[in-house]
């Protein structure tokens, strides 16, 4: 039993590389990798694509098993432009797992001016109010919206697709903005924080293929702007009046006015304060600094 077990440890040990601390992460790691590598491409046209691919790998070891050494230098020298023919077809794929990866914050910010979320760039409640009257209303009377609130990345390339308006958020705007036959009517309005930033905009049509067919080029846009972008979007039917919110690639639609609010406020950062614990123990050593600087003025200013 014991030359059984000797033989088995010899065995091990001829076969097996030594393996160290730092071996086992590289082995971790490299898994995690490849395993989100698989899910990512599970959900993306890719997945077609990388059948396509084992397809061609099986054909190319059975020509490399029966020696087929002329099918073997064809796959050698094409496979350097197939690397560059997969790397331009796969391109929107490939941007959007490097924006994903973006979105990420894996490494955190402890500084207290990495990745800061301006107090103007916050919407407020008040704006989420303002926003679900002016839905509510432009959808009994049948009035087409789209309106896209921006969240941490930021909008300006689609902004400056629009026309600059520069606006406080309220219903009375947004129902003006959007009412047939008006300048801005047409396309969609930004809003950042609490303000209206530009409208008539024009925003990605979605390539999503299970969208139901019944819906238009508006709610294509709103969800199309959810896809490549963190930003929430909110889109008032003009056939139906229904109020739909896309967000993260999904779309929500028939909601009513209690509805819509629950939906922006999952998307809101904050009231109006940063969300950041670090940035809010810088922020408050400095509000309390200038607080102490105000108060010793003030004692100087009396005596």
Known sequence: MQQIQELANNIIRRTMPDMDIVS???????????????????????WALLKGLVIILGFWLVAAYFKMNTILWLGRNILGFAVTAMIVVMQPELRKALEDLGNKELI?????????????????TKTINEISKACVEMGKARTGALIVIECKQPLGDFERTGIAVDALVSSQLLINIFEHNTPLHDGAVIVRGNRVVSATC????????????????????????????????????????????????????????????????????????????PHKIWKGRNRAEKTQNENKNKTNLSE
């Not at 955190?108 to 407020?124: I, R």
Request: charged content about 25%; cysteine-free; hydrophobic content about 40%.
């Open 108 to 124: 955190p910010n402890v500084l207290p001016f990495a990745g800061s979320k301006s107090q103007e760039s916050v919407f407020s």
């Open 24 to 46: 086992a992460v590289e082995i971790i790691i490299i898994s995690f990798l490849i395993y989100h590598m698989l899910i990512w491409i599970k959900n993306t046209r890719a």
């Open 202 to 277: 024009y925003l990605p049509l979605s390539d999503n293929l299970s969208l139901d067919k019944n819906l238009g080029t508006r709610h294509r846009a709103g969800l199309g702007i959810s896809e490549v972008t963190d930003a929430v979007t909110v889109i008032v039917s003009e056939e139906t009046g229904k109020i739909s919110v896309a967000y993260k690639g999904g779309l929500t639609r028939n909601l009513d006015a209690e509805g819509l609010k629950e939906k922006l406020k999952l998307a809101q950062p904050g009231d109006g304060e940063d969300v950041r614990k």
